[in-house]
C-alpha cells in the first residue's frame, strides 16, 4: 500500500499557488513559507487530516500563519475573582493612565529635560512632587519594581554593614523569591532577630551595634499570623532607630494610598501611616493596591532618598518614560479620593457593592443564554491577590458554567479573547468582581465566541 504521505505538495508547489497569494500580499514570503512547513509537517503527522484540495491547504497555512503573526503577550479576562492577580498583570490602569501612556509613547517627551531651565533634567524628578502630597514624604524616588527598591534602599544606606530584620519577616513573595535572598544581594549582613512568631523591640535593641547599617521591617502582606504571636511595630522602631542615627527601612509592598475600612478592607496601614509612624523609607509596589504600573517607589526622609538617588544601582533598575506617565496620571487621581474609587479600575473592582456585582452577573447571564450558552448565576467570595489583606473575603457574584468544566476552561483559555476562570465543585466559574464593568460586553462576546 502506498504511504498517503508521499503525495504531499512541495513547500514550493504551495507557496507558488494562486490560493496563497493573499498571505504572500499581507505577510513576508518567509513567514509564510514557514506556515506552509509547518501545516505540511501536521498533515504528516496525522494523514487523516491532511487537506483534500488547494483551498483547504491554504485555510490550514491560513491558521499557522496566524499563530505565528499572534503577539505572546495578548490581553485576556480575568474571570479568577483574584482582583490582583499576578500571572494575569495584576492592576489593570486607569483610562486617564493609558491615555498618558499613548500620549507620551507618541513622540518626545521632557524625560531628562527640564523645559523652565532649557537645560538637562532628570527622569527622578516625575511623579516625585504628588508623592510627597500624598504620602507626606520629604522626597521620593521611583524604580522599575519594590524588590528593586528594597535592594537599592539597602545598598545605599547599609552595604557592608549589618540590616537588622525579624526572623517572623522573612517571607517568600511570588515566584518563589524571598525577601531575604533580595536583601542580601544589596550587600549588607542579615542579622535575624526574635523567632518565627513573636519579636520584640528588645530583640533589635539588643542586638544593634556599630556595625548595625539599618534596622528592617517587612510587611506580612501575602499571610497572616494567629495565635502567641507579637511584632515591633513602626512606631515602637521608629525611637530605637532615632536614638542610634540608624535608618528604619519598611518594606510596605502592597502600596494602599486610601484607607478601603469603609468598604471592609481592614488591616492594611496607608503609606502615609508608614511615613507618619517614623519609616525613614517606606518600600511600595506600583501595581499592587495604588493601582498602576509595576514601579517600585521609595519615599521618606530626603537624605536617605538622596543616597539611593546618587548610588550607581540607581541607573540599573531606572523607570521607563511610559511607566511614569501611567502612574503619574495614576497619581493625579488619589487628590480627589472618590474620583479615584470611581476611575481606578482595583479600587472599583474591590469596593463595588455587591449589589452592583449581582446586576452585571444577572445582564451577563442573560446575553449569554441569548447566544445559547447553557449557565447559571451564583454567590461567590473573591479576594484581593496581590499580596495584600490575604485573609479577606469579598462577597462576589459569577457565572457558572454547564458542561465539561476542563474542557470548557480550554475553549475559554484558548479563545481569540482568552477568558480565565476557575474551576469549583465541578463547574467552571466566571467571577465577575475581578473584571471591569467596561469589560461587561467583551466578557459577554469571548465567551459567546468561545463556546458558540
Given at each position: 500500500?502506498?504511504?498517503?504521505?508521499?503525495?504531499?505538495?512541495?513547500v514550493?508547489?504551495?507557496?507558488?499557488?494562486?490560493?496563497?497569494e493573499?498571505?504572500?500580499?499581507?505577510?513576508?514570503?518567509?513567514?509564510?513559507?514557514?506556515?506552509?512547513?509547518?501545516?505540511?509537517?501536521a498533515?504528516?503527522?496525522?494523514?487523516?487530516?491532511?487537506?483534500?484540495?488547494?483551498?483547504?491547504?491554504?485555510?490550514?497555512?491560513?491558521?499557522?500563519?496566524?499563530?505565528?503573526?499572534?503577539?505572546?503577550?495578548?490581553?485576556?479576562?480575568?474571570?479568577?475573582?483574584?482582583?490582583?492577580?499576578?500571572?494575569?498583570?495584576?492592576?489593570?490602569?486607569?483610562?486617564?493612565?493609558?491615555?498618558?501612556?499613548?500620549?507620551?509613547?507618541?513622540?518626545?517627551?521632557?524625560?531628562?529635560?527640564?523645559?523652565?531651565?532649557?537645560?538637562?533634567?532628570?527622569?527622578?524628578?516625575?511623579?516625585?512632587?504628588?508623592?510627597?502630597?500624598?504620602?507626606?514624604?520629604?522626597?521620593?524616588?521611583?524604580?522599575?519594581?519594590?524588590?528593586?527598591?528594597?535592594?537599592?534602599?539597602?545598598?545605599?544606606?547599609?552595604?557592608?554593614?549589618?540590616?537588622?530584620?525579624?526572623?517572623?519577616?522573612?517571607?517568600?513573595?511570588?515566584?518563589?523569591?524571598?525577601?531575604?535572598?533580595?536583601?542580601?544581594?544589596?550587600?549588607?549582613?542579615?542579622?535575624?532577630v526574635?523567632?518565627?512568631?513573636?519579636?520584640?523591640?528588645?530583640?533589635?535593641?539588643e542586638?544593634?551595634?556599630?556595625?548595625t547599617?539599618?534596622?528592617v521591617?517587612?510587611?506580612?502582606?501575602?499571610?497572616?499570623l494567629?495565635?502567641?504571636?507579637?511584632?515591633?511595630?513602626?512606631?515602637?522602631?521608629a525611637?530605637?532607630?532615632?536614638?542610634?542615627?540608624?535608618?528604619?527601612?519598611?518594606?510596605f509592598?502592597?502600596?494602599?494610598?486610601?484607607?478601603?475600612?469603609?468598604?471592609?478592607?481592614?488591616?492594611?496601614?496607608?503609606?502615609?501611616?508608614?511615613?507618619?509612624?517614623?519609616?525613614?523609607?517606606?518600600?511600595?509596589?506600583?501595581?499592587?493596591?495604588?493601582?498602576?504600573?509595576?514601579?517600585?517607589?521609595?519615599?521618606?526622609?530626603?537624605?536617605?532618598?538622596?543616597?539611593?538617588?546618587?548610588?550607581?544601582?540607581?541607573?540599573?533598575?531606572?523607570?521607563?518614560?511610559?511607566?511614569?506617565a501611567?502612574?503619574?496620571?495614576t497619581?493625579?487621581?488619589?487628590?480627589?479620593?472618590?474620583?479615584?474609587?470611581?476611575?481606578?479600575?482595583?479600587?472599583?473592582?474591590?469596593?463595588?457593592?455587591?449589589?452592583?456585582?449581582?446586576?452585571?452577573?444577572?445582564?451577563?447571564?442573560?446575553?449569554?443564554?441569548?447566544?445559547?450558552?447553557?449557565?447559571?448565576?451564583?454567590?461567590?467570595?473573591?479576594?484581593?491577590?496581590?499580596?495584600?489583606?490575604?485573609?479577606?473575603?469579598?462577597?462576589?457574584?459569577?457565572?457558572?458554567?454547564?458542561?465539561?468544566?476542563v474542557?470548557?476552561?480550554?475553549?475559554?483559555?484558548?479563545?481569540?479573547?482568552?477568558?480565565?476562570?476557575?474551576?469549583?465543585?465541578?463547574?467552571l466559574?466566571?467571577?465577575?468582581?475581578?473584571?471591569?464593568?467596561?469589560?461587561?460586553?467583551?466578557?459577554?462576546?469571548?465567551?459567546?465566541?468561545?463556546?458558540?
Amino acid at each position: 500500500m502506498t504511504d498517503p504521505r508521499r503525495a504531499l505538495p512541495s513547500v514550493g508547489v504551495l507557496i507558488e499557488s494562486p490560493e496563497l497569494e493573499p498571505l504572500l500580499a499581507r505577510a513576508p514570503r518567509a513567514v509564510v513559507a514557514d506556515a506552509v512547513r509547518s501545516a505540511i509537517d501536521a498533515a504528516r503527522e496525522d494523514p487523516s487530516a491532511t487537506p483534500a484540495n488547494l483551498d483547504a491547504w491554504a485555510a490550514a497555512v491560513r491558521e499557522q500563519l496566524a499563530l505565528r503573526e499572534r503577539p505572546s503577550l495578548r490581553p485576556l479576562i480575568n474571570a479568577t475573582g483574584v482582583v490582583l492577580h499576578t500571572n494575569l498583570g495584576r492592576a489593570p490602569l486607569a483610562a486617564a493612565a493609558v491615555q498618558a501612556i499613548a500620549d507620551t509613547a507618541a513622540g518626545a517627551c521632557n524625560l531628562e529635560y527640564d523645559l523652565e531651565r532649557g537645560e538637562r533634567g532628570s527622569r527622578y524628578v516625575h511623579a516625585v512632587a504628588l508623592l510627597r502630597e500624598l504620602t507626606g514624604a520629604e522626597d521620593a524616588i521611583v524604580v522599575n519594581n519594590c524588590a528593586s527598591a528594597l535592594v537599592l534602599a539597602l545598598n545605599s544606606l547599609a552595604a557592608g554593614r549589618e540590616a537588622i530584620v525579624s526572623r517572623g519577616e522573612l517571607i517568600e513573595i511570588g515566584g518563589s523569591f524571598r525577601v531575604p535572598d533580595i536583601m542580601a544581594k544589596s550587600g549588607a549582613a542579615l542579622v535575624e532577630v526574635g523567632t518565627t512568631n513573636r519579636t520584640h523591640v528588645a530583640d533589635y535593641r539588643e542586638a544593634v551595634r556599630e556595625s548595625t547599617g539599618a534596622l528592617v521591617k517587612v510587611h506580612r502582606s501575602n499571610f497572616e499570623l494567629r495565635g502567641f504571636v507579637a511584632e515591633a511595630t513602626l512606631t515602637e522602631l521608629a525611637p530605637l532607630a532615632r536614638a542610634h542615627a540608624i535608618p528604619l527601612v519598611f518594606d510596605f509592598g502592597s502600596g494602599l494610598l486610601l484607607s478601603l475600612e469603609e468598604y471592609g478592607l481592614r488591616g492594611e496601614p496607608t503609606a502615609r501611616d508608614a511615613v507618619r509612624d517614623g519609616a525613614t523609607l517606606v518600600l511600595m509596589s506600583g501595581d499592587k493596591l495604588l493601582g498602576g504600573p509595576q514601579a517600585g517607589i521609595i519615599a521618606g526622609d530626603a537624605t536617605a532618598v538622596a543616597a539611593c538617588r546618587k548610588n550607581p544601582l540607581a541607573r540599573a533598575v531606572r523607570v521607563d518614560k511610559l511607566t511614569l506617565a501611567a502612574l503619574e496620571a495614576t497619581l493625579a487621581l488619589y487628590r480627589d479620593p472618590p474620583r479615584a474609587v470611581r476611575e481606578i479600575p482595583t479600587l472599583a473592582m474591590l469596593t463595588a457593592p455587591s449589589d452592583a456585582v449581582r446586576a452585571r452577573a444577572d445582564a451577563a447571564r442573560d446575553r449569554l443564554r441569548t447566544a445559547e450558552v447553557r449557565c447559571d448565576v451564583i454567590e461567590t467570595e473573591a479576594g484581593v491577590g496581590g499580596g495584600a489583606f490575604p485573609t479577606a473575603r469579598i462577597p462576589s457574584f459569577a457565572i457558572a458554567l454547564d458542561g465539561d468544566a476542563v474542557a470548557l476552561e480550554r475553549r475559554l483559555r484558548l479563545g481569540d479573547h482568552p477568558v480565565i476562570g476557575r474551576i469549583a465543585q465541578g463547574r467552571l466559574i466566571l467571577d465577575l468582581r475581578s473584571i471591569p464593568a467596561s469589560q461587561d460586553d467583551a466578557f459577554t462576546r469571548a465567551v459567546s465566541a468561545a463556546l458558540t
